[in-house]
Structure formats: structure tokens, C-alpha cells
T-cell receptor
Framework: DVKVTQSSRYLVKRTGEKVFLECVQD?????MFWYRQDPGLGLRLIYF???????EKGDIPEGYSVSREKKERFSLILESASTNQTSMYLC?????????????FGAGSRLTVL | AQSVSQHNHHVILSEAASLELGCNYS??????LFWYVQYPGQHLQLLLK??????LVKGIKGFEAEFIKSKFSFNLRKPSVQWSDTAEYFC?????????????FGTGTKLQVIP
């Protein structure tokens, strides 16, 4: 089975801190995604990557950046955390190309910014 | 830009009732469509998907969905729900744009099945 592992399940940070969320997948998937999940808003795409060192903005990239130095690892960075970034963050991966490729999700990282 | 609308935010049904969850998307080109489900405390997982061919697709646990291109819809159905179907359901669209895959989700529908 494809496994997507998010390094932290729960984090509590203070406003202004730099936050790193790590995601690793073990099935050689080309595509990786970061979403945030908020009640009533569903999943909103922050950034995605279709290859090493490649990244594309999703629908809500403001306040975030990403890094993909290795194929299996996709990091989400909050340069200066704010309270409105308190959320559940979901990482996902899928095979490359433009087909109907299924996303495999990690367990999520719940971030609270105080 | 693509978008997905789910009309029902919270649905409460008794066991054995029939289910239909609405999903409409907005995108002019070729799309692939999905329903994902998140059971309490679990990861999001695929319920079913449509990419071509028969517009009526069947998924796990007795779920099915029908793609109606003229209505930009992909509604989810199940003839008889069970308590174990209590979960949040997300419709998603993958629009092939720029040679890569961008998947957009709807806002989700919480289904509560009462025994």
C-alpha cells in the first residue's frame, strides 16, 4: 500500500514562528499536494508539485511556501505563522501525468497557532 | 479556474434510507471526477472515480455516481445507507491543465446515519 507519512500529528506554535510541515511518500509518486481542511470549507489546495524542485500555486498559497528537494519529500513552510493558519493540513500524493490518478492522503497535521 | 459545489452540508438519514449527494463542477474542458470519504478518525480515501466510458460508476460499499456532462454534475447515490456510512463525503475534480494534475475539492457533506 502507498503510504504518505506526515511527521507531526499535532503542533502548537506562536504567532510569528516559522513552521515546517513534512510529508514523505514511499511509492515513487510524481505528484504531491498540500491542502488545508477547515470545517465548512472542505479541502483547499495550497501548493502542489509534479516533479522534484517544481511547484505550482494552488488556490490559497498566500502565507505559505513549499520545498521539494527529493521526489519522496514535500515540505510546507509557514514563514511567519498567524492565527488564521490554525487548521488541519493534509498532504497527498499521486502518480504523474494527467489521468484520473487517485490521491493517497496522509493522516494530517493539526496546527494551532496561538 | 475549476470549482466544485456540494449543495448539502449536513445530511441526517435513518438506516435503510436512500442517499443522494449533489455535486456540480465548473470547468470547460476534460475532467476526471472523484468522490472521497473520510470516516471519523480516518484518512481520506477514494470511494469511486470517473475518467471515461460508462457515466454510471460503481464504487466501494454499494455507492455509485452518475456523470451527467450536460449538467456538469456527478451525484453520489446509495440505495440503502447503513450506520457505518456515517462520514464526510467530498466531491473532487481533476482538470488536466498545463500537463499536470490539479485536484480541486468541494466543501464536503457530513452524513449522519441514525440506527
Amino acid at each position: 500500500d502507498v503510504k504518505v507519512t506526515q511527521s507531526s500529528r499535532y503542533l502548537v506554535k506562536r504567532t510569528g514562528e516559522k513552521v515546517f510541515l513534512e510529508c514523505v511518500q514511499d511509492m515513487d509518486h510524481e505528484n504531491m499536494f498540500w491542502y488545508r481542511q477547515d470545517p465548512g470549507l472542505g479541502l483547499r489546495l495550497i501548493y502542489f508539485s509534479y516533479d522534484v524542485k517544481m511547484k505550482e500555486k494552488g488556490d490559497i498559497p498566500e502565507g505559505y511556501s513549499v520545498s521539494r528537494e527529493k521526489k519522496e519529500r514535500f515540505s510546507l513552510i509557514l514563514e511567519s505563522a498567524s492565527t488564521n493558519q490554525t487548521s488541519m493540513y493534509l498532504c497527498a500524493s499521486s502518480l504523474g501525468g494527467t489521468g484520473a490518478n487517485v490521491l493517497t492522503f496522509g493522516a494530517g497535521s493539526r496546527l494551532t497557532v496561538l | 479556474a475549476q470549482s466544485v459545489s456540494q449543495h448539502n452540508h449536513h445530511v441526517i438519514l435513518s438506516e435503510a434510507a436512500s442517499l443522494e449527494l449533489g455535486c456540480n463542477y465548473s470547468y470547460g474542458g476534460t475532467v476526471n471526477l472523484f468522490w472521497y470519504v473520510q470516516y471519523p478518525g480516518q484518512h481520506l480515501q477514494l470511494l469511486l472515480k470517473y475518467f471515461s466510458g460508462d457515466p454510471l460508476v460503481k464504487g466501494i460499499k454499494g455507492f455509485e455516481a452518475e456523470f451527467i456532462k450536460s449538467k456538469f454534475s456527478f451525484n453520489l447515490r446509495k440505495p440503502s445507507v447503513q450506520w457505518s456510512d456515517t462520514a464526510e463525503y467530498f466531491c473532487a475534480v481533476n482538470a488536466n491543465s498545463g500537463g499536470y494534475q490539479k485536484v480541486t475539492f468541494g466543501t464536503g457533506t457530513k452524513l449522519q446515519v441514525i440506527p
